[in-house]
C-alpha cells in the first residue's frame, strides 16, 4: 500500500482527500499522485482544436504547485497527472487506480435524489475498481489508524476475504474486529453456527488476529452506521463482492448506502 492515487477537481471535497492521503503515505513512507481528469463533454469542434476553453497547462501547473507543497510539508514524494477525456470520470479513475495500490477519494455522501438511489459519483468510481479504495468524508481529518471495523456476513457467506485488508492494517499495525449484523430473531442454532463460523475464521487466520461483534437488525446498513458511530473506530472496511444482474437490480448495496451516509473513513476492498 506504498503508492496511493488521489482524484481532485479542487474542491473542498478532494482537498480533505488529499490532505488525509498525504497524511497516510506520511505514516506508511508512501507516494501521493494527484490526478486531475478533464472532460471534453460539451466542447466545440473549435474548441477541441484550439483548446482554449480547457487548455490543461494551468490545470497542470496548479496541480503541481500543489504536489510541492504538499512534499515540503509532508515530506512524501508527490507527482501529478492531468487526463482530458470523453469518458466518465469514475471509468478512468477505476483504470488509472489499476496502476497503485490505494484509491484515496473524498465524498460528499448523495448531492441529490439520482445520486441516493444510483450511487454517489464516489461509489459509481469503486465499483468499477480492482484496487482497494479509502473513503474520506469532506472536512473530515486525519488520525492515526489504530482500530478497523471490518462489516462481513460471513455466517451466510460461509467465508472471511481478508487478503487486501490484511495488508492494508499490516502495515498501519491496526487491530480488527469484524462486525455480524444478525436478523433480530435469536435461536440457539444460530448462536451455536456463530460461535463455530468464528472458531473457523480464527483458526484459519491464526496469524492475523481478529475480534468478533455481532448487533441485530433487518437493516443492514443503517445497523453499521449506528455500531461506527457508537464505536468510533477509526476506519470501516467492507468487502466489495461480484453481483450478477439480477442481483445488482434486486440487491440494495451495502457498499452504496454506506458511501452516501459515511461521516467517517471507509476502506473497500475488492473480494
Same mark, same amino acid.
Given at each position: 500500500?506504498?503508492?496511493?492515487?488521489?482524484?481532485?477537481?479542487?474542491?473542498?471535497?478532494?482537498?480533505?482527500?488529499?490532505?488525509?492521503?498525504?497524511?497516510?503515505?506520511?505514516?506508511?513512507?508512501?507516494?501521493?499522485?494527484?490526478?486531475?481528469?478533464?472532460?471534453?463533454?460539451?466542447?466545440?469542434?473549435?474548441?477541441?482544436?484550439?483548446?482554449?476553453?480547457?487548455?490543461?497547462?494551468?490545470?497542470?501547473?496548479?496541480?503541481?504547485?500543489?504536489?510541492?507543497?504538499?512534499?515540503?510539508?509532508?515530506?512524501?514524494?508527490?507527482?501529478?497527472?492531468?487526463?482530458?477525456?470523453?469518458?466518465?470520470?469514475?471509468?478512468?479513475?477505476?483504470?488509472?487506480?489499476?496502476?497503485?495500490?490505494?484509491?484515496?477519494?473524498?465524498?460528499?455522501?448523495?448531492?441529490?435524489?439520482?445520486?441516493?438511489?444510483?450511487?454517489?459519483?464516489?461509489?459509481?468510481?469503486?465499483?468499477?475498481?480492482?484496487?482497494?479504495?479509502?473513503?474520506?468524508?469532506?472536512?473530515?481529518?486525519?488520525?492515526?489508524?489504530?482500530?478497523?471495523?471490518?462489516?462481513?456476513?460471513?455466517?451466510?457467506?460461509?467465508?472471511?476475504?481478508?487478503?487486501?485488508?490484511?495488508?492494508?492494517?499490516?502495515?498501519?499495525?491496526?487491530?480488527?474486529?469484524?462486525?455480524?449484523?444478525?436478523?433480530?430473531?435469536?435461536?440457539?442454532?444460530?448462536?451455536?453456527?456463530?460461535?463455530?463460523?468464528?472458531?473457523?475464521?480464527?483458526?484459519?487466520?491464526?496469524?492475523?488476529?481478529?475480534? +468478533?461483534?455481532?448487533?441485530?437488525?433487518?437493516?443492514?446498513?443503517?445497523?453499521?452506521?449506528?455500531?461506527?458511530?457508537?464505536?468510533?473506530?477509526?476506519?470501516?472496511?467492507?468487502?466489495?463482492?461480484?453481483?450478477?444482474?439480477?442481483?445488482?437490480?434486486?440487491?440494495?448495496?451495502?457498499?452504496?448506502?454506506?458511501?452516501?451516509?459515511?461521516?467517517?473513513?471507509?476502506?473497500? +476492498?475488492?473480494?
Amino acid at each position: 500500500m506504498k503508492k496511493i492515487l488521489c482524484p481532485t477537481d479542487f474542491s473542498k471535497t478532494s482537498h480533505s482527500a488529499i490532505s488525509y492521503a498525504a497524511k497516510l503515505a506520511q505514516s506508511i513512507g508512501g507516494a501521493l499522485t494527484l490526478l486531475n481528469i478533464q472532460t471534453l463533454y460539451g466542447a466545440t469542434p473549435v474548441e477541441l482544436v484550439t483548446g482554449k476553453p480547457f487548455s490543461s497547462d494551468s490545470v497542470a501547473e496548479s496541480l503541481q504547485h500543489q504536489c510541492v507543497e504538499i512534499s515540503r510539508v509532508f515530506k512524501i514524494p508527490c507527482t501529478s497527472l492531468v487526463e482530458p477525456t470523453f469518458r466518465k470520470l469514475s471509468t478512468v479513475i477505476s483504470e488509472r487506480s489499476a496502476d497503485f495500490d490505494l484509491l484515496v477519494m473524498g465524498s460528499n455522501g448523495a448531492d441529490d435524489f439520482y445520486q441516493l438511489l444510483f450511487g454517489s459519483n464516489t461509489y459509481n468510481a469503486l465499483s468499477k475498481s480492482h484496487t482497494p479504495v479509502l473513503i474520506v468524508p469532506e472536512s473530515y481529518l486525519y488520525s492515526e489508524i489504530n482500530r478497523v471495523v471490518y462489516a462481513f456476513d460471513y455466517l451466510s457467506e460461509r467465508k472471511l476475504p481478508v487478503a487486501p485488508l490484511r495488508k492494508f492494517v499490516g502495515i498501519l499495525n491496526a487491530e480488527v474486529t469484524v462486525l455480524q449484523v444478525m436478523e433480530e430473531a435469536i435461536s440457539e442454532v444460530a448462536e451455536q453456527d456463530l460461535k463455530e463460523m468464528q472458531f473457523i475464521l480464527q483458526t484459519k487466520n491464526e496469524n492475523f488476529p481478529l475480534k +468478533f461483534e455481532t448487533t441485530r437488525s433487518s437493516e443492514i446498513a443503517t445497523s453499521i452506521n449506528t455500531f461506527i458511530l457508537e464505536n468510533k473506530p477509526d476506519l470501516l472496511a467492507l468487502c466489495l463482492q461480484d453481483r450478477n444482474f439480477l442481483e445488482n437490480i434486486f440487491h440494495r448495496s451495502v457498499i452504496k448506502s454506506i458511501s452516501a451516509i459515511c461521516s467517517y473513513p471507509v476502506f473497500v +476492498f475488492p473480494e
